[in-house]
């Protein structure tokens, strides 16, 4: 095999294919990425237990044929290779990498031991690259760390007509992200749980424009944009349903400045230490403001904003402030609507001020506000 193409394009489709790579294997091969070159293309695949990638791009073929290598190995040197054009070669049981005088070799893989890529599911739709990963990692920072309930380690990927929804909680926080999905047919349905991380993994591999295929079956879910196709296996148990839960009965209501109120829980939160909250104390009418305290005895700070609209809340609650920061980081808009409970009810955060349909739900639970 015999190939020749530009570091840069070979260096993004190994970047690629090596997201989906194990970080350690009792399996050599799978710490391999597959490389086939045929036809003015270059396929680079790579694999584990859980997920699959298949990058094809444009090659200049000398020889076809196809090669293992270590995957992390190769991404390595093509990160540190001149720009420019690059040669690889198979040479006797060596990769051969070549470019502007360097030159690399790597052992290859025995082929007969790296199993087959699974193929790709009935394709069910398809959704836009860029809204589909903004998506992603708006509803990934409230998933689950805890290995033991893997099943909230996940993302819900719901499919119903022309909607797609995306959730996730770890029983403190709730998620919710809705973008439009083009079905393939007018009944098309899905509600399946993916891993948060290998969801973000791939969400970060896509392109950023254009459509992204995807397709879902009884134990895995696919994507495919750009040249760039991807599988992973789908996390048994279904996420608790939010419906019931984001529905607030007469809530408080204020509306703040989104880029003030980040930067005032960053610098409060300097002296919370672990596990201690920081308390917002709001009061109402057209002066409204919010009050944000954190710290205990000796170490304190505060920081009072004034309300973006005239608001009706007047109550004191208090959050984990790297929840409440995870939560409005995770919007664009300019300003943040809270809807109020009370102490140690649920909160709701929502973008704008609340005028327009909802997309981009957060759901926080509030803790008993601390002794100042």
């Excluded at 607030?248 to 989104?258: G, I, Q, Y």
């Amino acid at each position: 095999m015999e190939f020749r193409m530009e570091r840069g394009v070979l260096a993004d489709a190994v970047s690629r294919a090596a997201r989906v790579l194990p970080a350690r294997s009792p399996v050599p091969v799978l710490g391999g990425l597959l490389l086939e070159a045929d036809a003015g293309r270059l396929l680079v695949s790579g694999l584990d237990f859980e997920a699959s990638a298949r990058v094809e791009t444009e090659a200049h073929t000398v020889r076809p044929g196809k090669v293992l290598v270590m995957g992390r190995r190769l991404l390595d040197i093509c990160k540190v290779l001149p720009e420019g054009p690059v040669e690889c070669a198979v040479e006797g049981s060596r990769l051969t990498v070549t470019g502007d005088g360097s030159r690399f070799g790597l052992s290859v893989l025995p082929l007969d031991d790296y199993p087959a890529l699974p193929s790709l599911p009935e394709v069910r739709g398809a959704v836009d690259a860029g809204e589909f990963a903004s998506a992603v990692a708006q509803v990934a920072v409230a998933s689950g760390r805890d290995d033991t309930l893997p099943t909230l380690t996940g993302i819900r990927l719901g499919l119903d007509g022309s909607t797609m929804t995306l959730a996730a909680t770890d029983r403190y926080r709730f998620a919710v992200r809705t973008l439009p999905f083009k079905a393939t047919a007018p009944d098309v349905t899905a509600d399946v749980v993916v891993s948060a991380r290998r969801l973000a993994e791939i969400a970060r591999s896509l392109g950023r424009s254009g459509p992204v295929d995807v397709a879902v079956d009884g134990g895995s879910v696919g994507f495919e944009h750009a040249g760039t196709r991807t599988t992973v296996r789908l996390l048994d148990g279904r996420l608790p349903r939010h419906d019931k839960l984001f529905a607030l009965s007469d809530p408080a209501v204020v509306v703040l400045d989104r880029a003030r109120l980040v930067e005032a829980v960053k610098r409060v939160s300097v002296v919370a230490d672990e596990g201690s909250p920081l308390q917002m104390s709001f009061s109402a009418g057209p002066e409204g403001s919010v009050l944000l305290q954190a710290g205990f005895e000796d170490d304190v700070a505060s920081q009072r904003l004034p309300t973006a609209s005239p608001g009706d809340a007047e109550m004191t609650v208090a959050f984990n402030p790297k929840y409440l920061m995870d939560a409005l980081s995770s919007f664009e808009d300019v300003t943040v609507r809270m809807e109020l409970m009370g102490p140690g009810q649920r909160a709701m955060i929502t973008g704008g001020d609340g005028t327009g349909a909802a997309t981009h739900q957060h759901l926080l639970m509030s803790v008993k506000p601390p002794l100042l």
